[in-house]
């Protein structure tokens, strides 16, 4: 069982108040047993919490599934649009709400040495980096918040629309695009800017970032039937997914 970190900082009070009781607790059986049956109800009430968390969570990957499976029925259509299309552009799917964040640097600090570590990079290729002694080194890039707006996912880009910054990304001129778990968050890195970006958003039911660019890149690819074929293969995973959990939530 998969407890929080507040959920677990109770269970260590409650156990250690009873060590340090055990000695009196040992020579009062009803204190023992009223003690005991704390515990146990204290923990049902976690798992039940977690239990019921879980359940409104796949209730909403449902939801999400079905949105999907509405797409793949090449229902693409935005509602009040305010967004300015070029020749043959089509937009696919927007999203309200996104964070976008930006990879910046964290700074300085002096360390010990370190052995190699194994860098995960696009696709399957890796890099490895050598060891290193001691000294000053540059804290790893962070990536942090910029700005909160609509993001727009079109056939030929990915245009993000805040209330003090706007970023283009054009599909011709991808170098990377990475998601997330579910699509939750979405790596974009392009040719003619330097740093990488990241969309993030978390709206249930609606796509996740990763959904509506791998549905995009679908439509630029394969047209409007590529992307419907793309929104029910993701609303197929997606409700496999939830039904096998479901599956597990009734054996418990």
């Given at each position: 069982m998969n407890i929080s970190w507040g959920q677990g900082c109770l269970l260590v009070i409650v156990l250690t108040f009873l060590i340090a009781s055990i000695?009196?607790?040992?020579?009062?059986?009803?204190?023992?047993?009223?003690?005991?049956?704390?515990?146990?109800?204290?923990?049902?009430?976690?798992?039940?919490?977690?239990?019921?968390?879980?359940?409104?969570?796949?209730?909403?990957?449902?939801?999400?599934?079905?949105?999907?499976?509405?797409?793949?029925?090449?229902?693409?259509?935005v509602e009040n649009l305010y967004f300015t299309t070029k020749q043959d552009e089509v937009v696919v799917h927007r999203l309200e709400?996104?964070?976008?964040?930006?990879?910046?640097?964290?700074?300085?600090?002096?360390?010990?040495?370190?052995?190699g570590v194994s860098i995960p990079l696009f696709g399957n290729v890796g890099a490895n980096v050598g060891g290193?002694?001691?000294?000053?080194?540059?804290?790893?890039?962070?990536?942090?918040?910029?700005?909160?707006?609509?993001?727009?996912?079109?056939?030929?880009?990915i245009v993000f629309a805040g209330d003090n910054v706007v970023r283009e990304f054009d599909l011709d001129k991808l170098v990377n695009l990475e998601a997330g778990d579910n699509g939750i968050t979405l790596e974009i890195s392009v040719s003619n800017r330097d740093k990488t970006s990241v969309l993030q958003a978390a709206n249930m039911p609606d796509?996740?970032?990763?959904m509506a660019a791998s549905i995009a890149l679908a439509w630029r690819k394969d047209g409007k039937q590529g992307a419907?074929?793309?929104?029910?293969?993701?609303?197929?995973?997606?409700?496999?997914v939830v039904e096998n959990d479901r599956k597990k939530l009734g054996k418990l």
């Open positions: 000695e009196p607790l040992l020579k009062n059986p009803v204190a023992l047993i009223i003690v005991l049956a704390v515990i146990a109800l204290l923990v049902f009430m976690i798992v039940r919490y977690r239990r019921g968390k879980r359940i409104e969570t796949l209730n909403l990957l449902e939801q999400q599934a079905q949105n999907l499976a509405k797409l793949a029925e090449g229902n693409f259509e709400k996104v964070v976008l964040k930006e990879y910046r640097s964290a700074g300085s600090n002096f360390g010990g040495g370190y052995g290193m002694r001691g000294g000053s080194t540059r804290k790893p890039e962070e990536s942090t918040p910029i700005d909160v707006g609509v993001v727009t996912f079109t056939n030929q880009r796509l996740t970032p990763g419907m074929a793309d929104a029910k293969d993701l609303g197929d995973r997606l409700s496999a």
